[in-house]
């Protein structure tokens, strides 16, 4: 690229020391408390048995333009008081570099009523842990309030496209038309 | 006191935010941050039917479009950063024209020279953050992270460790800055949304990641992208504005770092 550099600002970041980390998991809510905030008048979260004939296989993956890549997801029917008030999901997304697993709920008019992300895991491979790149961190405390452990980090990078979950969302929503009756 | 996280795919990307105090003021608080978040993605996505965006793209070149006071305060700003960059932040970088060819009247009404395709992606982001922060301020919320991939912001004096990507492997993460009670953002080209120069319709798809400190997001966004594409030049924008960044570059299995205007204090 054309980039016109300075003169000697550059300095060498040492990269000799690398390695490997633990994969970045967060979870950020349990199935269970999720089931409570999308539905909180619900009684009853009944798991559906979701066994789709081949045909509607086929046909769900021609209403979502793509076919499922981390398996079937989880179904549950919600009721209140013996009424019925929708279905709520946990579905799978692989992405290039993460694995999210999240959570739709589904309104009787089949609308989406919530969608949160229970967990989101990134693969990192590795990790410079270099001790002269991390002493210009020395004497400000890394782990104030809001850091909490190896697992959770704040990460500013380009943006990580949320496309994948949106293809998940499109299949949930015509599994849900094609097959949840 | 407790924290609390939540994660929600809002602005084509994935959107966290984590909050320190009772679940009873954090909860509404972020549900309240999430809705100001999913405002500007309906205002300002130019691929949302009926957003102000998709409206100016289609019509504004024939007649003046009105639009929502958040979207002309991002746009306003939009076209004082192209001023001040000297054309290198556009936001109409990549259609037929450039950001020269916007006009901003009064009462809202936006008008174009000519058919443009404005894309707010390269600030609007930002801004969204900046306005989730505001809106956890406003609920008494002292200690709060918004993260909109990549794009982040720390409320609260209290230093937090931000990492960045190695740009030769994005999987690859340094602990690389402190940051209090500000914004960073970061440019590159090693996911899917590249930068283009608004000079020559190229795509800055390089070894290099720019990743700007300031005291929003909003400017932070924005300047990112003019610090991928400028480097050192940007040095006076970024003074002007409070900034500072810190250049990534891959470059022979090595990875070299520069800060501009200079390592901050």
């Known amino acids: ?181 | 006191m407790n924290l609390h996280r939540r994660a929600r795919p809002l602005l084509g990307t994935f959107v966290e935010i984590a909050c320190r105090g009772d679940a009873g003021v954090c909860l509404p608080a972020i549900e309240a941050a999430f809705e100001a978040i999913a405002r500007v993605h309906r205002l300002m996505s130019p691929h949302e039917r009926d957003s102000d965006l998709a409206r100016m793209n289609e019509r504004a070149h024939l007649e003046p479009v009105q639009i929502d006071e958040e979207t002309a305060y991002v746009l306003a700003a939009a076209l004082e950063l192209n001023r001040e960059s000297g054309g290198a932040f556009d936001v109409a970088a990549g259609s037929a024209g450039s950001s020269g060819d916007i006009e901003l009247l009064p009462q809202r009404f936006v008008r174009y020279a000519r058919a443009l395709r404005v894309d707010l992606g390269g600030i609007a982001k930002g801004y969204a953050v900046d306005r989730a922060i505001a809106e956890l301020a406003s609920r008494g919320i002292t200690h709060a992270i918004v993260n909109a991939g990549g794009d982040l912001r720390v409320l609260g004096g209290d230093a937090q460790l931000i990492h960045l990507r190695d740009p030769g492997a994005p999987a690859t993460l340094h602990p690389a800055l402190m940051l209090a009670s500000g914004a960073v953002a970061t440019s590159a080209g090693y996911f899917a949304r590249a930068v283009v120069d608004p000079a020559t319709g190229e795509v800055i798809d390089g070894r290099d990641s720019a990743s700007v400190m300031a005291p929003t997001a909003m400017l932070a966004d924005a300047l990112a992208k003019v610090v991928l594409l400028r480097g050192s030049l940007s040095r006076a924008l970024l003074e002007r504005y409070n900034a500072h960044a810190l250049v990534l570059r891959a470059a022979g299995g090595a990875l070299h770092a520069r800060w501009l205007p200079q390592v901050p204090a």
């Not at chain 1, 000697?8 to 905030?37: C, H, I, N, R």
């Not at chain 1, 013996?82 to 959570?103: C, L, R, S």
């Open chain 1, 1 to 181: 690229m054309r980039k016109r550099t300075g003169t000697s600002a550059w300095f060498l970041v040492p990269v000799a020391l690398v390695a490997p980390a633990p994969a970045g998991a967060t979870q950020y809510l349990k199935v269970e408390d999720a089931q409570k905030l999308a539905f909180p008048q619900a009684d009853a979260f009944t798991p559906f048995a979701y066994a789709p004939t081949p045909e509607q296989r086929a046909a769900v993956d021609q209403a979502a333009h793509a076919r499922a890549t981390a398996g079937d997801p989880a179904i549950w029917r919600v009721t209140a008081a013996g009424q019925p008030m929708g279905w709520f999901i946990v579905d799978n997304v692989i992405g290039k570099v993460e694995h999210i697993t999240y959570a739709v709920a589904l309104g009787r008019d089949a609308a989406v009523r919530s969608l949160e992300i229970l967990d989101y895991r990134e693969t990192h491979g590795y990790e410079v842990r270099n001790a002269a790149w991390r002493r210009q961190f020395d004497g400000k405390s890394a782990h104030t309030p809001l850091e909490f452990g190896d697992d959770i980090k704040n990460i500013s990078g380009a943006t990580l496209s949320c496309r994948h979950l949106t293809d998940g969302v499109r299949r949930l929503l015509a599994i849900q038309d094609l097959v949840l009756r």
